[in-house]
């Protein structure tokens, strides 16, 4: 891919991502607060959480990606130790997400009830793990043509591009 095709891909990438992270999530977070009983929804809200927390990382990583191409300049080495530290936080986050499960169902008597919408949260807290994993492992997003070349040619998936940053050290 072009730098210029690149660049314009990274242009509505990342306000996309940013308008996820920061508007759509919350407002789905606020909407359930105010629709359901707390009680009913914690694990689903956790989910929620974890995956606004994941966002908000993906959404400044494609800002400096983009800020990189376009020779604006930011503190390499901060935001390096920002996303060595998200990734740790994220791991525990997703460490705690059965002990969340647990008390979302202790607090409905050890049972699993649909009304409190326990599968969506099951969906979630997923969706948030396969974001981490895309990325901070494996390029889980297939959404252009040199992905599915790459894939057809490697027989496996991308490593993220936020991991190899991590790994070499640099944005």
Not at 63 to 78: P, Q, T, V
Not at 99 to 114: L, T
Not at 130 to 144: A, K, P, V
Not at 148 to 171: F, I, P, Q
Request: glycine share 2%.
């Amino acid at each position: 891919m072009t730098k210029q095709k690149l660049i314009k891909r990274l242009k509505g990438y990342y306000p996309m991502e940013r308008f996820h992270a920061f508007v759509i999530f919350p407002t789905i977070f606020i909407y359930l607060i105010y629709k359901n009983s707390f009680s009913d929804i914690f694990f689903l809200l956790y989910g929620l959480l974890l995956c606004i927390i994941i966002l908000i990382q993906g959404q400044h990583y494609w800002k400096l990606k983009l800020y990189r191409l376009i020779n604006k300049s930011f503190d390499e080495e901060k935001n390096l130790n920002i996303f060595k530290n998200s990734k740790k936080l994220n791991l525990t986050l997703i460490a705690l997400i059965p002990i969340i499960f647990a008390i979302q169902i202790y607090q409905n008597n050890w049972q699993i009830i649909p009304k409190n919408l326990i599968l969506w949260g099951l969906f979630v807290n997923v969706f948030g793990i396969l974001e981490h994993i895309n990325y901070y492992n494996r390029q889980l997003m297939i959404d252009n043509l040199s992905d599915v070349e790459y894939l057809k040619l490697n027989k496996r998936l991308k490593t993220a591009s936020l991991a190899k940053d991590l790994k070499e050290n640099k944005l």
